[in-house]
């Protein structure tokens, strides 16, 4: 499985890259990714498993992510959608 992260988000979640390789000889599979992928973006919910997250003993409190809030007018949704 790869996995890729950019700088900023490796920073923001608290991804130990070290970590993360010393486990790269793990059997993985599916299964993985839904929990992985939940456990990265800090949602929380009751489908998470975290001994199905890949990266759960790779990332640090320090490094949760911070959810911002979403748009409460068209008008702000619209000048979010042409940034970038």
């Known amino acids: 499985m790869l996995l890729w992260f950019?700088?900023?988000f490796e920073c923001r979640a608290?991804?130990?890259?070290?970590?993360?390789?010393?486990?790269?000889?793990?059997?993985v599979s599916h299964?993985?990714?839904?929990?992985?992928?939940?456990?990265?973006m800090d949602v929380k919910t009751e489908l998470y498993?975290?001994?199905l997250d890949l990266t759960a003993a790779c990332r640090t409190?320090?490094?949760r992510i911070?959810?911002?809030?979403?748009?409460?007018?068209?008008?702000?949704?619209?000048?979010l959608s042409t940034r970038g």
């Open 31 to 40: 299964d993985n990714v839904f929990s992985s992928v939940l456990g990265l």
């Open 6 to 8: 950019s700088d900023g």
């Open 61 to 63: 409190a320090e490094g």
């Open 49 to 51: 498993n975290a001994a």
């Open 66 to 79: 911070h959810h911002q809030a979403v748009p409460a007018t068209p008008a702000d949704a619209r000048v």
């Open 14 to 27: 608290g991804i130990d890259l070290a970590c993360l390789e010393a486990r790269s000889g793990e059997e």
